[in-house]
């Protein structure tokens, strides 16, 4: 039996013609991928490893514990044969000795003649700190110069043999998100330990660290990386890597670098000064929520909220109140809260400048002299007392606050304090018991009597925002009036 010739059907041409066109175009893909070995090659000689060790506090020898109590009155005498064996294994009354704190990091050599850039945290409270450069010669170095809030330090060592290699600086504005950078550093100890990734974010901002506009990245960054340099493409340094957000503290795809222009103003003032002073407003400030921006009329949540206005600061001698939205400062748009103080602390000490507000509704523009900003206060924290008034609509129990707490807690003679939240719109807005509310929709509060006829007053189905204040930090509370 004769058979017909088999003929590719089109099923098969299209199938062979993909897989074609796949072996094709992976070489590109693969040609396209980043080759970090010449930026490594040329930059990675200027990175270096810092260990620093801190001597613990020579104390006074003393007697060794007993395993068992001596009889009232009864002593030891000194020098009895057992005391050198009691001391040996029981210890200085029962406490083990101290010995030397160390701490691992990296660092990035900024000039020729020895300038040494790290994080704070890598030589804080050093007593001897030595930088160890690629080729294993191995410097002491004295500090410069320290700044908590930035997390940046500054480091001097006698170069040896000749100048030293140095990092390129770049410029972190031209930085984009998306964009490939490298992280070289000592993990764990392991010297000069190269990793990549992109960078995630820009301007960043942490708790605890409102001056710093951080770059955030997925370059795999753990514990010996602090104070390495984050390079770009161009093999210049962008920032310096500061910490992670991690659960289990290593590293888990979050890491951010404190950015190199804000590094190296703080490196030219420890250079001039041995110390870092930043621009201050005097005012505390937090986020327009949605909530909050349908209560001020606004058609969409943008600016930073003023929750309060220090006494005597920048921001008061201006006439700025709380409720008053910052919109812009000197000129730059201010989208979020944290847009704020990083461009507040970057403004020269003395300058004046035009900060844009809105108020009650209606735009302004007040002009301000930035002033230093000063040592943070203790916080304070109050006892409720009993209640006096309800405001049952908002499922509130509030209480008139005694001159010493106001004068305590410097309310002036305004505020009530909440003494407890049931059910309702108030918990719902997250307001907790002990917080004393200041004012409402920015009319100010004087005593309980005085919040239940305001209370009262609300539209019903309106947002209406309250001021209250836990603890040291003001904060503004949106909540919808039930009908």
Same mark, same amino acid.
């Given at each position: 039996?004769?058979?017909?010739? $088999?003929?590719?059907t089109?099923?098969?041409?299209?199938?062979?013609?993909?897989?074609?066109?796949?072996?094709?175009?992976?070489?590109?893909?693969?040609a396209?991928?980043?080759?970090?070995?010449?930026?490594?090659?040329a930059?990675?000689?200027?990175?270096? @490893?810092?260990?620093?060790?801190?001597?613990?506090?020579?104390?006074?020898?003393?007697?060794?514990?007993?395993p068992?109590?001596l009889?009232?009155?009864?002593?030891?005498?000194?020098?009895?044969?057992?005391? %050198?064996?009691? +001391?040996?294994?029981?210890g200085?009354?029962?406490?083990?000795?101290?010995?030397?704190?160390?701490?691992l990091?990296?660092?990035?050599?900024i000039?020729?003649?020895?300038y040494?850039?790290?994080?704070?945290?890598?030589?804080? @409270?050093?007593?001897?700190?030595?930088?160890? #450069?690629?080729?294993? @010669?191995?410097l002491?170095?004295?500090?410069?110069?320290?700044?908590?809030?930035?997390?940046i330090?500054?480091?001097?060592?006698?170069? !040896?043999?000749?100048?030293?290699?140095?990092?390129?600086?770049?410029?972190?504005?031209?930085?984009?998100?998306?964009?490939?950078?490298?992280?070289?550093?000592?993990?764990?100890?392991?010297?000069?330990?190269?990793?990549?990734?992109i960078?995630?974010?820009?301007?960043?901002?942490?708790?605890?660290?409102?001056?710093?506009?951080?770059?955030?990245?997925?370059?795999?960054?753990?514990?010996?990386?602090?104070?390495?340099?984050?390079f @770009?493409?161009?093999?210049?340094?962008?920032?310096?890597?500061?910490?992670?957000?991690?659960?289990?503290?290593?590293?888990?795809? #979050?890491?951010?670098?404190?950015?190199?222009?804000?590094a190296?103003?703080?490196?030219?003032?420890?250079k *001039?000064?041995? *110390?870092?002073?930043?621009?201050?407003?005097?005012?505390?400030?937090q986020?327009?929520t949605?909530?909050?921006? %349908?209560s001020?009329?606004?058609?969409?949540? +943008?600016?930073?909220?003023?929750?309060?206005?220090?006494p005597?600061?920048?921001?008061?001698?201006a006439?700025? %109140?709380?409720?008053?939205v910052?919109? $812009?400062?000197?000129?730059?748009?201010?989208?979020y809260?944290?847009?704020?103080?990083?461009?507040?602390?970057?403004?020269?000490?003395?300058?004046?400048?035009?900060?844009?507000?809105?108020?009650?509704?209606?735009?302004?523009?007040? !002009?301000?002299?930035? %002033?230093?900003?000063p040592?943070?206060?203790?916080? *304070?924290v109050?006892t409720?007392?009993?209640?006096?008034?309800?405001?049952d609509?908002?499922?509130?129990?509030?209480?008139?606050?005694?001159?010493?707490? +106001?004068?305590?807690?410097?309310f002036?003679?305004?505020?009530? $304090?909440?003494?407890g939240?049931?059910?309702?719109?108030?918990?719902?807005?997250?307001?907790? +018991?002990?917080?004393?509310?200041?004012?409402?929709?920015s009319?100010?509060?004087?005593?309980?009597?005085?919040?239940?006829?305001?209370?009262?007053?609300?539209?019903?189905?309106?947002?209406?925002?309250?001021?209250?204040? $836990?603890?040291?930090?003001?904060?503004?509370?949106?909540?919808?009036?039930?009908?």
């Amino acid at each position: 039996m004769n058979t017909l010739p $088999r003929f590719p059907t089109l099923a098969t041409l299209s199938g062979a013609a993909a897989l074609f066109a796949l072996l094709a175009v992976a070489p590109v893909r693969a040609a396209d991928l980043p080759d970090f070995s010449s930026l490594v090659t040329a930059s990675g000689p200027a990175v270096v @490893n810092i260990s620093s060790e801190q001597k613990p506090a020579t104390a006074q020898a003393a007697r060794p514990k007993l395993p068992f109590e001596l009889p009232e009155g009864m002593e030891l005498p000194d020098g009895m044969p057992l005391e %050198e064996f009691m +001391r040996r294994f029981f210890g200085e009354q029962g406490e083990m000795p101290q010995l030397p704190s160390e701490s691992l990091g990296s660092g990035f050599i900024i000039s020729a003649d020895g300038y040494v850039l790290t994080n704070h945290h890598v030589v804080r @409270n050093a007593d001897e700190i030595i930088v160890r #450069l690629g080729d294993r @010669n191995e410097l002491p170095a004295t500090l410069v110069g320290s700044d908590e809030r930035s997390d940046i330090a500054l480091l001097k060592v006698t170069p !040896k043999n000749g100048a030293l290699p140095t990092v390129k600086i770049g410029d972190p504005a031209r930085l984009k998100v998306g964009e490939w950078v490298l992280a070289i550093g000592s993990p764990f100890g392991f010297d000069h330990s190269v990793t990549a990734g992109i960078v995630s974010a820009k301007g960043r901002a942490l708790p605890q660290d409102t001056y710093v506009p951080f770059i955030q990245t997925d370059v795999a960054i753990n514990p010996g990386n602090s104070g390495g340099p984050l390079f @770009n493409m161009a093999g210049e340094v962008v920032g310096i890597n500061s910490q992670i957000y991690s659960r289990t503290g290593g590293f888990m795809g #979050l890491s951010f670098a404190v950015p190199i222009d804000v590094a190296m103003d703080v490196v030219e003032q420890l250079k *001039k000064s041995g *110390k870092v002073t930043r621009g201050w407003l005097g005012v505390l400030i937090q986020d327009v929520t949605r909530e909050l921006a %349908e209560s001020f009329g606004m058609a969409q949540p +943008r600016g930073a909220l003023v929750a309060r206005v220090m006494p005597d600061g920048p921001a008061a001698k201006a006439g700025l %109140e709380a409720g008053d939205v910052i919109l $812009r400062f000197n000129g730059e748009d201010i989208v979020y809260s944290s847009d704020l103080p990083p461009r507040v602390g970057r403004t020269a000490v003395g300058r004046t400048v035009e900060v844009d507000i809105l108020r009650a509704g209606k735009p302004r523009t007040v !002009k301000l002299a930035v %002033e230093a900003l000063p040592a943070q206060a203790d916080s *304070k924290v109050e006892t409720p007392q009993p209640a006096r008034a309800s405001a049952d609509r908002l499922g509130l129990r509030v209480v008139d606050m005694t001159a010493q707490q +106001r004068k305590d807690g410097k309310f002036g003679d305004g505020g009530v $304090r909440v003494e407890g939240v049931e059910d309702g719109p108030a918990q719902d807005a997250g307001v907790q +018991r002990g917080d004393v509310i200041l004012s409402v929709n920015s009319q100010a509060v004087k005593d309980a009597a005085g919040f239940t006829r305001v209370v009262e007053g609300l539209p019903a189905g309106k947002v209406a925002r309250l001021l209250v204040q $836990r603890g040291e930090n003001p904060l503004w509370l949106a909540l919808r009036v039930p009908k």
